[in-house]
T-cell receptor, first 113, second 113 residues
Framework: EPEVTQTPSHQVTQMGQEVILRCVPI?????FYWYRQILGQKVEFLVSFYNNEISEKSEIFDDQFSVERPDGSNFTLKIRSTKLEDSAMYFC???????????FGDGTRLSIL | QQQVKQSPQSLIVQKGGISIINCAYE??????FPWYQQFPGKGPALLIAIRPDVSEKKEGRFTISFNKSAKQFSLHIMDSQPGDSATYFCAARGGGATNKLIFGTGTLLAVQP
C-alpha cells in the first residue's frame, strides 16, 4: 500500500539553527499538509499546499516557517531559526483531492537544544 | 468553536469487550469526521470516517455513530483485542474552502488480555 515517507525520523538541532524536514507524499496525491504534535498533546494543523502554493496556514505557521515542493516527489518544511518551543513531532500528510482522506507519515521528531 | 472535544482521556477494556470513545463539536460547518489510530512511534493511521449525512458506518469491528443534532460522534470497537491498544484521535474537517483537520485530544486505549 502506498505510504507517506518522512526523513529524518529524528532531528536534533541547536536553537537558532535552520532545519529542513522532508516528506515524500503518496505519488498520485495533489494536496499536501504539515501537522505537528507536541509531546502529550493533540495533533495541530500547520499548513496545506496545493498547486505549488499555500492554500491555508494556521497561526502557528509564522514567518519562520516555509514549505516547498522542490521537485515532483518531495515536499519540505523549513524552520528558519528554531526555538525551543518548536520541539515536537512533525507529520506530513497527503490526499488525492480536497475531499479525500489524508494519509500521514510516521513523522520527524524535532528536538531543539 | 473550532475545537473537537474527546473523552475519555484513557480507557482500559478487557479483551472481548466494547471500547467506546466519544467526541463532540460545535461548528456545524464541519463536513467530514475521521478517526485515526496511532501506535507509539508511528503516525496517525486512518481507521474509519463518516460524513454528517450518515448516522452510522461500520467497518469490521469498528463502528462510528454520528448524532448530527447533538453534534456528537463516537467510535465503538467491538470484541476489543490487545492489538487494538493504541491512541485514538477523532478529527473534523473544517468544511467549505478549508481542508484542515482539527483533532481531538486523543484517547489512550489499553486492552487487557
Amino acid at each position: 500500500e502506498p505510504e507517506v515517507t518522512q526523513t529524518p525520523s529524528h532531528q536534533v538541532t541547536q536553537m537558532g539553527q535552520e532545519v529542513i524536514l522532508r516528506c515524500v507524499p503518496i505519488s498520485n496525491h495533489l494536496y499536501f499538509y504539515w501537522y505537528r504534535q507536541i509531546l502529550g498533546q493533540k495533533v495541530e494543523f500547520l499548513v496545506s499546499f496545493y498547486n505549488n502554493e499555500i492554500s491555508e496556514k494556521s497561526e502557528i505557521f509564522d514567518d519562520q516557517f516555509s514549505v516547498e515542493r522542490p521537485d515532483g516527489s518531495n515536499f519540505t518544511l523549513k524552520i528558519r531559526s528554531t526555538k525551543l518551543e518548536d520541539s515536537a513531532m512533525y507529520f506530513c500528510a497527503s490526499s488525492a483531492g480536497v475531499n479525500q482522506p489524508q494519509h500521514f507519515g510516521d513523522g520527524t521528531r524535532l528536538s531543539i537544544l | 468553536q473550532q475545537q473537537v472535544k474527546q473523552s475519555p482521556q484513557s480507557l482500559i477494556v478487557q479483551k472481548g469487550g466494547i471500547s467506546i470513545i466519544n467526541c463532540a463539536y460545535e461548528n456545524t460547518a464541519f463536513d467530514y469526521f475521521p478517526w485515526y489510530q496511532q501506535f507509539p512511534g508511528k503516525g496517525p493511521a486512518l481507521l474509519i470516517a463518516i460524513r454528517p449525512d450518515v448516522s452510522e458506518k461500520k467497518e469490521g469491528r469498528f463502528t462510528i455513530s454520528f448524532n448530527k443534532s447533538a453534534k456528537q460522534f463516537s467510535l465503538h470497537i467491538m470484541d476489543s483485542q490487545p492489538g487494538d491498544s493504541a491512541t485514538y484521535f477523532c478529527a473534523a474537517r473544517g468544511g467549505g474552502a478549508t481542508n484542515k483537520l482539527i483533532f481531538g485530544t486523543g484517547t489512550l486505549l489499553a486492552v487487557q488480555p
